[in-house]
T-cell receptor
Framework: DTEVTQTPKHLVMGMTNKKSLKCEQHMGHRAMYWYKQKAKKPPELMFVYSYEKLSINESVPSRFSPECPNSSLLNLHLHALQPEDSALYLC?????????????FGPGTRLTVL | QKEVEQDPGPLSVPEGAIVSLNCTYSNSAFQYFMWYRQYSRKGPELLMYTYSSGNKEDGRFTAQVDKSSKYISLFIRDSQPSDSATYLCAMRLGGSEKLVFGKGMKLTVNP
């Protein structure tokens, strides 16, 4: 089973709201990722967690705050977003961050910021 | 020059055609190569992965890597309307978590 689940599927929020995106995997993977994808563009890496520790932050604005409560769960907390943050937010996981590792993506959360 | 170049298309073919999708790259240190398929409004789905030059086959799909030319390809035989999607190439440096994606090629297979 190579399933990564994400909730919610769709989210509409105002610029003053606080919301969270959730991601879950039960494949025993120890690395989890957040990507942002704008329309007709490839995914852009935002954060990487390896063994529940943040290992990469691709200079993402602080209005995006990741959290990894345990090895199966990854959250992305959102606060004071801008309309240009509207995008598909993808979670991915992989066995590890090693040499031959492959990443499996979830279906994404489509976020609209009004 | 971008690290990974992929013609974004779109590409439209009749059902049953052989489809060839290609990416070139500039960084010879890339070691690991993937093809993802992404249906509209869905997450990318891993189709093929390889880390050596040569061909790898899986059903109707063949991934080809030519490290000397820094060129990778995905061939789809007997294409079906259900193959209509955006195909993204991606690659990684050895030991790096970061995937570098091509722009993605939008493919439509017409019945």
């Amino acid at each position: 089973d190579t399933e990564v689940t994400q909730t919610p599927k769709h989210l509409v929020m105002g610029m003053t709201n606080k919301k969270s995106l959730k991601c879950e995997q039960h494949m025993g993977h120890r690395a989890m990722y957040w990507y942002k994808q704008k329309a007709k563009k490839p995914p852009e890496l935002m954060f990487v967690y390896s063994y529940e520790k943040l290992s990469i932050n691709e200079s993402v604005p602080s209005r995006f705050s990741p959290e990894c409560p345990n090895s199966s769960l990854l959250n992305l907390h959102l606060h004071a977003l801008q309309p240009e943050d509207s995008a598909l937010y993808l979670c991915a996981s992989s066995q590890d961050t090693g040499w031959t590792d492959t990443q499996y993506f979830g279906p994404g959360t489509r976020l609209t910021v009004l | 020059q971008k690290e990974v170049e992929q013609d974004p298309g779109p590409l439209s073919v009749p059902e049953g055609a052989i489809v060839s999708l290609n990416c070139t790259y500039s960084n010879s240190a890339f070691q690991y190569f993937m093809w993802y398929r992404q249906y509209s409004r869905k997450g990318p789905e891993l189709l093929m992965y390889t880390y050596s030059s040569g061909n790898k086959e899986d059903g109707r799909f063949t991934a080809q890597v030519d490290k000397s030319s820094k060129y990778i390809s995905l061939f789809i035989r007997d294409s079906q309307p259900s193959d209509s999607a955006t195909y993204l190439c991606a690659m990684r440096l050895g030991g790096s978590e970061k995937l570098v994606f091509g722009k993605g090629m939008k493919l439509t297979v017409n019945p």
